[in-house]
């Protein structure tokens, strides 16, 4: 079994939906985020937690939230989707230790309409 | 502002072919180098980590280099299963939250 999981893989919403993306991990980490892959942008933050009890906006925040409900998972919302939100979307996850690497999921493809 | 330039964009090489991807980077302090290998469709697959110059990491047909300035990942004899897309990303001493800053990868292509 994969050690980041994420859901739905595809998904096609209508502008102004909220719609919701999972990504549960065994790996044991307590560090997760979420990316966002754009063609000529390549991948950016949009959200990391270092815990359950800490979250933090990164680079692309606007528009978005999270939750993270346990260690193992970690959910990104779009509150009012827009056809701009239309992307890959990674979660990854990492240990603490310093310059740990990043595990990434297999990738939500979002169509929004 | 931290940036990752990778080159060339776009590779294609023939089976056996051995060359290199480039990554230069701009950061104030480096945590770690990573590079990733993502074929379409599909999440970025971890390859290495460098941390200080000099160091290198060989991984079958795979070696990555790296100088205060870049990175290479120089393909020994590749073969049309290496074909993907290869991401270098850095992360700063400063970044807070660990954030990695990618570039925008070399899609490469191996024809039998």
């Known amino acids: 079994d994969a050690d980041v999981t994420q859901t739905p893989r595809n998904r096609i919403t209508k502008t102004g939906k909220r719609i919701m993306l999972e990504c549960s991990q065994t790996k044991g980490h307590d560090r997760m985020y979420w990316y966002r892959q754009d063609p000529g942008l390549g991948l950016r933050l949009i959200y990391y937690s270092f815990d359950v009890k800490d979250i933090n906006k990164g680079e692309i925040s606007d528009g978005y939230s999270v939750s993270r409900q346990a260690q193992a998972k970690f959910s990104l919302s779009l509150e009012s989707a827009i056809p701009n939100q239309t992307a890959l979307y990674f979660c990854?996850?990492?240990?603490?230790?310093?310059?740990?690497?990043?595990?990434f999921g297999p990738g939500t493809r979002l169509l929004v309409l | 502002e931290d940036q990752v330039t990778q080159s060339p964009e776009a590779l294609r090489l023939q089976e056996g072919e051995s060359s290199s991807l480039n990554c230069s980077y701009t950061?104030?302090?480096?945590?770690?180098l990573f590079w990733y290998r993502q074929d379409p469709g599909k999440g970025p697959e971890f390859l290495f980590t460098?941390?200080?110059a000099g160091e290198e990491k060989e991984k079958e047909r795979l070696k990555a280099t790296l100088t205060k300035k870049e990175s290479f990942l120089h393909i020994t004899a590749p073969k049309p299963e290496d074909s993907a897309t290869y991401l270098c990303a850095v992360q700063a001493v400063e970044t807070s939250g660990s954030r990695l800053t990618f570039g925008e990868g070399t899609q490469l292509t191996v024809n039998p």
């Open positions: 460098l941390y200080s």
């Open positions: 990854a996850t990492s240990a603490e230790t310093y310059g740990a690497t990043q595990y």
């Open positions: 950061v104030s302090g480096l945590r770690g």
